[in-house]
């Protein structure tokens, strides 16, 4: 895709699918949810990371990330967010990337200072010990998107079929919540934090 002749929305939502297909992918590996096998080691944006190889694993994070791009470039996507559970279905945790592309933005992207920005993330993902808490046998996954508008088949066609309604359980307190990193920069504003339940929602 020739990025110099889009907008600068569509530069933005295109170098963000990017960074979050990697970045997700560095979470999983992080996790430890998979064997270390199941992954390949790269460089991206001159951080070494973790990429998975099995077929379907991939496929699974690529397609998921990469449907998002419009919904991203519109303004529509708010949050992403890859959350964890546990045996009953009840999230132990999520990574949550709150993202912001400014619509009224009208000057040229410097591609390189953004993806400068977005590099620090990696860096952070890969060295923050929090994140490689072990999580319990019998645990699993996915990735889910929130928006600030639903998609409107009518208008985005045949892609709204590939995000259905989540039936996610909800925690019955607030969260509590770890930074991890953030950016504001135009046309972008990003934060990373993960969610875990309330120390009196543990208990229960």
């Not at 993330?121 to 994140?131: D, P």
């Amino acid at each position: 895709m020739d990025r110099k002749n889009q907008s600068p929305q569509g530069q933005t939502a295109k170098v963000v699918v990017e960074f979050l297909e990697v970045a997700i992918n560095c979470i999983v590996f992080l996790k430890g949810f998979y064997p270390s096998r199941a992954f390949e080691r790269r460089r991206y944006m001159n951080v070494v990371v973790n990429k998975a190889r099995h077929p379907q694993l991939a496929n699974y994070i690529h397609s998921s990330i990469f449907a998002l791009l419009p919904y991203i470039q519109k303004g529509l996507a708010e949050r992403v967010v890859v959350i964890f559970y546990g045996k009953d279905q009840v999230p132990l945790e999520k990574f949550v990337f709150k993202l912001t592309v400014d619509q009224s933005y009208q000057s040229s992207v410097s591609e390189l200072e953004l993806e400068f920005a977005l590099r620090a993330f990696l860096v952070k993902l890969n060295s923050a010990e929090t994140i490689a808490k072990p999580l319990p046998s019998g645990a699993n996954w996915e990735i889910t998107a929130y928006f600030r508008e639903l998609p409107s088949q009518e208008n985005d066609g045949e892609e709204t079929k590939l995000w259905v309604p989540t039936d996610t359980k909800q925690w019955m307190q607030p969260s509590e919540i770890t930074p991890i990193k953030s950016m504001d920069s135009n046309p972008l504003k990003l934060q990373l934090y993960m969610e875990h339940p309330s120390v009196t929602e543990q208990k229960v």
